[in-house]
């Protein structure tokens, strides 16, 4: 990585800390749930494989699975930045697993790897930790949306599966994808763009297995989407739609900030905010709408 790549990256992760850091000031902790901390999900690594769990479920007790994969552009955000957000999921009746994964200068594909990790531990340890293994569904936003929907492929499509070197051991009933970045090779402008150059150097294939035209078939599982028009990636969520569509996936799209600039990208993540509260309620619909059978 080069100095200028790597100041870059410091100066965006140190802007979104402090964003983070002024959305989460103050907010507590649900007492109604029970949490497991620094959970080591694959054996090597350090604080990249770990991972919390939160549930409502009680002992003996099962709830739907669901998996959040956090954005940050591939250098920035880990699962403390996504502690509330993701208590918030529980609280609808999940157990959910909130992860960290290989950030830069760690590139395609590990953080889909790691994804695949968290997945075989939810296979082998769902009932310790109050989850059903055989209803998973799973979130991502921003760049974790990318990693999530190209994870989707892989569960859904052997033939795109055949491009990874492991196995997805789980079915996934339903994905949500927040204020994503998708078919990479083509559109992408700004950060996004140089996050993107930076996460596949090297990789000549990786442009083209980012791509959702590779990896979207009809077996894709359903999907939520969700965006805000004054987001700079807005135009990529309809295109992508409008693919899942044409492919004959079950699709649903919820646009805010019409007339509300404060709706940004992943403003979902705001649990004060009223709008975050309607987009995480639409998403709770959907997926139980499309529960797995």
């Keep these: 990585m080069s100095v200028f790549t790597s100041l870059f990256m410091k100066l965006f992760a140190l802007a979104m800390r402090r964003s983070d850091d002024k959305r989460d000031r103050g907010l507590q902790e649900p007492s109604s ?23 409502t479920a009680e002992e003996g007790e099962t709830l739907p699975a669901l998996v959040s994969v956090h954005g940050g552009g591939f250098c920035y955000g880990d699962k403390e930045r996504y502690r509330f957000y993701c208590m918030r999921l529980a609280l609808q009746g999940y157990t959910v697993f909130n992860f960290n994964y290989r950030l830069l200068p760690a590139r395609f594909p590990a953080p889909l790897e790691d994804l695949n990790d968290v997945m075989l531990f939810l296979a082998a340890h769902a009932r310790e930790y109050r989850a059903k293994a055989d209803e998973v569904y799973a979130v ?34 339903a994905v949500a994808l927040y204020s994503g970045l998708f078919d990479v090779g083509k559109g992408v402008e700004g950060f996004s763009a140089h996050a993107v150059r930076e996460w596949t150097k090297g990789n000549r294939a990786a442009l083209r297995l980012l791509s959702a035209r590779e990896f979207v078939t009809a077996a894709y599982p359903p999907a939520f989407l969700s965006y805000s028009v004054n987001d700079p990636i807005a135009q990529a969520t309809p295109a992508f739609a409008a693919l899942l569509r044409a492919r004959g996936v079950k699709c649903e799209v919820a646009k805010y900030g019409q007339g509300d600039k404060s709706a940004g990208h992943v403003f979902h993540l705001d649990v004060r905010s009223p709008l975050a509260a309607d987009c995480n309620r639409r998403q709770h619909e959907f997926f139980t709408a499309v529960r797995c059978t």
């Design 33 to 55: 749930l029970t949490a497991y901390r620094d959970v080591r999900y694959a054996p090597s690594g350090g604080k990249e494989h770990l991972l919390d769990v939160y549930t």
């Design 140 to 173: 991502g936003d921003s760049a974790g949306a990318l990693i999530l929907s190209v994870y989707a492929g892989i569960t859904s499509s052997p033939a795109y599966a055949a491009n990874y070197a492991f196995s997805p051991p789980l079915r996934l009933c």
